[in-house]
């Protein structure tokens, strides 16, 4: 697995930035699209920051992240993510955009890029990505077809002109692990896992009552996930089902901040998966997973905890390449706790 790392543009990364903006012209490739109606890095950065929420979108943009592409802390590139789907603005810019620098081209890069993306875009509730590219780029052709993209055919991109598009579609995997929001029709499988895990002292469906009224709390959900509404003690965070095909595996719960609780106990990811489907290696693509997701958010170092007798959840943290930090007992949890961190 490449080691390459989603986050987002920090105000430092101007001046690579720009660098790389003007590198990535001579391919015809606009790195910071519209950037020249902007007062500056800054102001542009800004607007990104509340895109991602929806907030002040232009006309034609929706809810998206513009990311930088980290390999061994060096910048290689960078995604943009198309949080929605748009009637006119998807089917030709599609929902993910990939530009890899130069001297990091033919090493696998972009591939690995848009598999991120689709990480983030599938979390995020989007089932089928488009993605679009230019006909005759070979390069991005191979990359998206190498992620079992089925073509959809080619387009114009100017009107009346000739065809020099190609349109892509990629659906989850059929028979691999996927982490998307739960859903309407996810309520029996997911009430009957919260049963059935409840003796094991965890909950799988969490800050959720069998009295809620199941629509209600994916609408709570959703709210926690941009933020909206917050109360004092929880943090912006997501819950998504994890899924193999279409049945429920188990679930994880990714928190883009800690507040004193989260710091002391719970971290930024916490994940369960259901006992008919354990040790076939599901918690630790979760955890794969849930990192992808919590790197575009803004985590740089997710905390990460267990009961230090929970021989699973630590074997899946340190294979994920966790980080021991303490192991020991807090006085709102007597019982050892072990703590770790993940770059
Ligand atoms: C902990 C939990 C998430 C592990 O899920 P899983 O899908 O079985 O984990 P994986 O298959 O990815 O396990 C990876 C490795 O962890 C270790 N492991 C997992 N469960 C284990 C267990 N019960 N005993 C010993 N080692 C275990 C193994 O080394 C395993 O690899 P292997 O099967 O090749 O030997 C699952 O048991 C669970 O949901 N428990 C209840 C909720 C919970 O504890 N969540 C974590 C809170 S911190």
Redesign the pocket.
């Known amino acids: 697995m490449v080691p390459l790392r989603l986050r987002p543009y920090r105000l430092s990364d101007e001046r690579i930035v720009r660098r790389a903006r003007d590198d990535l012209r001579a391919d015809d490739f606009e790195l910071l699209y519209r950037f020249d109606e902007f007062a500056g890095w800054t102001d542009y950065l800004a607007h990104f920051r509340q895109a991602r929420f929806g907030h002040g979108l232009n006309e034609g943009e929706v809810p998206s992240m513009l990311l930088c592409a980290e390999l061994d802390g060096n910048y290689v590139g960078q995604v943009s993510v198309r949080l929605a789907t748009e009637e006119y603005v998807t089917p030709v810019g599609g929902h993910v955009g990939v530009g890899v620098l130069a001297p990091y081209r033919r090493q696998g890069l972009a591939s690995e890029m848009l598999r991120q993306a689709l990480i983030v875009l599938r979390a995020e509730g989007v089932r089928d990505a488009v993605v679009t590219c230019h006909d005759t780029n070979f390069a991005s052709r191979a990359a998206i077809e190498a992620s079992g993209a089925r073509f959809d055919g080619v387009f114009s991109f100017t009107e009346g002109a000739p065809p020099d598009m190609r349109r892509y579609v990629v659906a989850p995997p059929t028979s691999s692990l996927w982490l998307r929001p739960l859903a309407l029709d996810d309520e029996g499988s997911a009430r009957a896992a919260h049963a059935e895990?409840l003796p094991?002292d965890?909950h799988?469906l969490l800050q959720w009552s069998p009295e809620q009224a199941w629509p209600s709390y994916l609408a709570r959900l959703r709210d926690e996930q941009l933020g909206r509404d917050l109360a004092p003690d929880r943090v912006r965070g997501t819950f998504v089902a994890a899924v193999v095909g279409d049945e429920l595996?188990?679930r994880a719960s990714i928190r883009f901040s800690l507040n004193e609780f989260l710091a002391a106990w719970g971290g930024h990811i916490?994940?369960?998966?259901?006992?008919a489907?354990?040790?076939?290696?599901?918690?630790?693509?979760?955890?794969r997973q849930a990192l992808v997701v919590a790197r575009a958010e803004g985590v740089e170092r997710a905390t990460?905890?267990?009961?230090d007798d929970?021989?699973?959840?630590?074997?899946?943290?340190e294979?994920a390449g966790g980080v021991l930090e303490s192991i020991g007992a807090t006085h709102e949890w007597p019982e050892r706790m072990r703590r770790y961190f993940i770059m």
Do not use: D, K, P, Q
């Open positions: 895990i094991e965890s799988f595996v188990g916490g994940y369960a998966v259901i006992a489907h354990r040790r076939r290696g599901y918690a630790s693509e979760i955890l990460m905890t267990c009961f929970n021989v699973g959840s630590s074997s899946v943290i294979r």
